[in-house]
């Protein structure tokens, strides 16, 4: 704890806490956003070069307690899917991330958030079904993104919805995928020094909030319609690209 107090007070840490757990229940009710909108909201406080690193922490635990509360609905055959082809991708882009700039941290961020309103519609327009080998194309493509962003599980919703799992299998699934990349991404980043001790304990403060969290988003995921669901995964989308892209001019 003394690493964290060495550059974060004690009201900080609090505001952080907070947000992690105000993130979470988003996160638990829509099964994506939770990252990026965490990620969002304390690039300005921790700064954005170090905030894949101190989120993917974070997210080994959310990811752990929703795939937990949700396991009876996981889907074990899209998962399978989009792990094999993703996980060689993660490994790859995440040693990249390291020799990024902020700016261009920012901009990959803002854009692989923003990018997935378009493709989202897209394939529900064209009521998309997705085959097998589609969430094994797909997944490759999120694995790409994955090692050097937050929130790539974006691309995946309307493949993984189009594959005919229910808003449930949807967010169990979508945990155990998430999970996966955040134990490569923080290995990676563990072998490449971009994870010191002072960003792990701040991720593991936020990763502990996010349990009870997941749990209050889970409540509330039971109560949205699908359509509720999606209108609300937009507005997050919007909102954390926008703040992504103000962080890359600033």
């Not at 990018?115 to 998309?128: G, N, T």
């Not at 999606?230 to 919007?238: A, H, Q, W």
Request: proline share 4%; hydrophobic share 55%; glycine share 10%.
């Amino acid at each position: 704890m003394n690493a964290i107090l060495e550059n974060f007070d004690t009201l900080t840490l609090v505001v952080i806490a907070i947000l992690a757990l105000l993130t979470s229940a988003v996160h638990g009710a829509t099964g994506v956003g939770g990252g990026f909108l965490l990620s969002a909201l304390l690039a300005p406080i921790v700064g954005v070069a170090p905030i894949v690193p101190v989120v993917s922490v974070s997210l080994l635990i959310s990811h752990s307690s929703r795939a937990i509360l949700n396991i009876e609905n996981f889907d074990k055959s899209a998962f399978l899917a989009v792990a094999v082809p993703a996980v060689p991708c993660i490994c790859a882009t995440a040693f990249l991330y390291g020799r990024m700039s902020s700016s261009l941290i920012a901009v990959i961020l803002g854009c692989v958030i923003l990018i997935s309103i378009p493709v989202r519609r897209w394939a529900k327009a064209r009521q998309i079904k997705a085959s097998r080998r589609t969430l094994q194309g797909v997944g490759a493509i999120y694995g790409g993104l994955a090692g050097v962003s937050i929130s790539p599980g974006m691309i995946l919703v309307p493949f993984m919805l189009g594959h005919g799992l229910t808003k449930e299998q949807f967010v169990a699934t979508m945990a155990v995928i998430a999970l996966l990349a955040n134990v490569i991404r923080v290995g990676v980043f563990g072998a490449t020094d971009l994870l010191n001790s002072q960003y792990i304990l701040i991720g593991v403060l936020c990763g502990i909030m996010t349990i009870p969290g997941n749990w209050i988003g889970r409540t509330v995921l039971r109560r949205m319609t699908n359509d509720s669901h999606s209108r609300f995964v937009d507005i997050l989308v919007v909102l954390g690209a926008l703040n992504f892209f103000w962080l890359a001019v600033r």
